[in-house]
């Protein structure tokens, strides 16, 4: 096989075969081929597309490259999440705990932000002591006695993947759907969960921008689930806001643990449920109306919040802090964004409100970035929100007050005004079983 041959292929709009595939990311993978060919072929395929069968060889390919995890002695138990990546997005904290209490295995390798998307393990790395990194026997014990674990992603998971996006990010080929859909679906397929949740954000906070475009890439990913035995639903859900009201990793949190005590707000709750019925429903065995009931009474009953304890505190974190996040404590400067007249909020660029919370310490500008785990945005109003006045629309806190001026303005660009109200958008634009759009007016939403 000669790289030259296949980048001339896909030039011409011409199909790889699957052994083509996999030999090549076999030697890209060991560094046999050189990036300036392998960016060829990323920009052939950005402008010429990939079959699903070249989409599934790629992503299978991909998810071999390296080390695979074995979850099997989970049966059908084991499911895990994906989050295409969003602003206030600490959806993980509260459903997988709602998971585990129903009686699912959510064993989850997670990432850390980069620029204006948080990461979970950051949030989780707020509790003192919380362990990260674990031996696969510790990994695998945990998820057998908890139900949960959640770690950092192993390097050497889907190396070959890990190699592309890097590639990717510099050429300006990210954004193409069948090599999103692989690295997505490449890194689920190297983790062995036996069922995949996809949540696929669309909107000025999301890497999809529209609702079509990211149904076109759930429908993607989720056909690739089943093409590979894996049980794969995707929920697609509004990412032009930031999600609940806090945006920050010890606050956001805060935030997770004000829902699992039954509280907190009704956007971040709903999307929650969602995902968690969804999870439910595969790993269980449940109807959606069965699995609905169920997380209900785990959120509300009182049993995710405990598991969500026992979570913290098997992974090394100081549980008094999921008992008492005042423990988390403020950051030592704060600030205040407020309305210049009485009007509604008729728009938010979720994007520059993620920016705020960089600018502020809450997020990395470059991978050695070090995050504050205090520091980030608190977004008291929404579009649609009326304010007056005076009226305090987000609150900022940091530790370094040199930042706070910027982040107000970033706060303040992001914001649309309006003297008339607006109707509010959708929270979730459709969920997608087996590749079958279902309207949002399912018991779960």
């Known amino acids: 096989m000669r790289m030259y041959d296949l980048i001339e292929k896909k030039k011409h709009g011409v199909a790889l075969s699957r052994e083509e595939i996999f030999e090549m990311i076999s030697l890209y993978t060991e560094e046999k081929i050189p990036d300036y060919q392998m960016s060829a072929l990323t920009m052939a395929i950005y402008f010429?597309?990939?079959?699903?069968?070249?989409?599934?060889?790629?992503?299978?390919?991909?998810?071999?490259?390296?080390?695979?995890?074995?979850?099997?002695?989970?049966?059908?138990?084991?499911?895990?999440?994906?989050s295409t990546g969003g602003v206030g997005d600490k959806t993980t904290l509260i459903v997988a705990p709602i998971v585990a209490a129903a009686g699912g295995v959510v064993a989850k390798m997670s990432g850390r932000g980069l620029g204006h998307t948080g990461g979970t393990v950051d949030k989780l790395e707020s509790f003192p002591g919380f362990r990260t990194s674990l031996s696969p026997e510790e990994f695998a014990d945990?998820?057998?006695r908890v139900g949960l674990a959640v770690i950092g992603q192993s390097a050497d998971l889907a190396p070959a993947d890990k190699r592309l996006y890097a590639l990717r990010d510099v050429t300006a080929t990210v954004d193409s759907l069948p090599l999103i859909a692989s690295s997505i679906m490449s890194k689920k397929l190297a983790a062995g969960t036996r069922s995949i949740v996809l949540d696929v954000k669309c909107g000025s906070g999301a890497f999809m921008r529209t609702p079509e475009d990211a149904t076109r890439l759930a429908e993607t990913m989720v056909h690739i689930g089943i093409a590979h035995g894996k049980n794969t639903a995707a929920v697609i859900t509004n990412m032009d806001v930031p999600l609940g009201h806090a945006i920050g990793n010890a606050m956001e949190v805060t935030e997770a643990i004000e829902v699992l005590r039954g509280g907190g707000p009704d956007d971040l709750r709903t999307v929650c449920l969602t995902l968690a019925t969804r999870m439910i429903a595969l790993s269980c065995k449940k109807s959606i109306e069965e699995a609905h009931k169920i997380a209900e009474?785990?959120?509300?009953?009182?049993?995710?919040?405990?598991?969500?304890c026992e979570w913290i505190e098997s992974q090394g974190g100081d549980p008094a802090y999921a008992r008492d996040?005042?423990?988390?404590?403020?950051a030592a400067h704060t600030g205040e964004v407020c309305a210049e007249e009485d009007c509604?909020?008729?728009?938010?660029?979720?994007?520059l409100i993620g920016t705020a919370a960089m600018i502020l310490g809450a997020g990395r500008q470059t991978k050695d970035s070090v995050i504050d785990p205090?520091?980030?945005?608190?977004?008291?109003?929404k579009p649609g929100d009326r304010v007056n006045a005076g009226e305090v629309i987000a609150r900022l806190f940091t530790e370094r007050a040199a930042t706070l001026d910027t982040a107000a303005d970033t706060v303040r660009a992001a914001l649309t005004f309006s003297d008339t109200a607006i109707e509010k958008q959708p929270l979730i634009y459709a969920v997608i079983d087996n590749c079958a759009v279902f309207s949002k007016e399912d018991p779960s939403q």
């Open 48 to 82: 010429r597309g990939m079959t699903d069968e070249e989409t599934f060889a790629l992503t299978e390919a991909m998810a071999k490259s390296g080390d695979t995890v074995d979850l099997s002695r989970f049966g059908d138990r084991s499911v895990d999440k994906h």
């Open 344 to 351: 509604y909020i008729s728009a938010c660029n979720a994007e």
């Open 297 to 308: 009474d785990c959120l509300y009953g009182g049993k995710a919040y405990t598991k969500f």
């Open 374 to 381: 205090r520091a980030g945005v608190l977004l008291l109003k």
């Open 142 to 144: 945990q998820s057998e």
């Open 325 to 330: 996040p005042a423990l988390f404590g403020r």
